[in-house]
């Protein structure tokens, strides 16, 4: 997040905004993960980028950050006549909540803990007003 916190909490936030404040998504991902979410089946790379309307490299740059991310999942599909080709569909979105709100925790004990680190820090060297 490259703006202040308070800025960023006076948004009018969406829940997909969770995806690019908590993972660093792009608008791509967003959009490819939104894709995918609306599919009946699981879909290739190829049909994600041509429901995209991007090229095939750029969509699967999108699919590897939502992969690492957790927010999907990859499947491989063989054929009966030998190789394979994999699939991808979206992960449970009560894992995905789950897992993020894991994340939302652990970022606020860490905030706490240095909060506590600043109030230790600057107690005893701000002269007070008086």
Sequence with gaps: M??????????????????ECIHGLKE????????????????????IAEEVERERSTAYRSVQRLLSSGFIQKEQVNY???GYYHV?????PDQIADDM???L??????????????????????????
């Excluded at 490259?2 to 995806?19: A, F, K, N, R, W």
């Excluded at 909060?115 to 002269?127: A, G, K, N, V």
């Design 2 to 19: 490259s703006q202040p916190m308070t800025e960023y909490l006076s948004q009018d936030m969406h829940c997909e905004g969770l995806l």
């Design 28 to 47: 791509l991902d967003k959009e490819v993960f939104r894709t995918l979410s609306d599919a009946d089946d699981p879909m290739t790379v190829d049909e």
């Design 80 to 82: 009966d006549q030998g």
């Design 88 to 92: 991808y569909h979206p992960t449970d």
């Design 101 to 103: 709100q894991r994340v």
């Design 105 to 130: 925790n652990d970022w606020y004990a860490k905030m706490g803990q240095l909060i506590s680190e600043f109030r230790e820090q600057y107690r005893d060297s701000t002269p007070v007003e008086q």
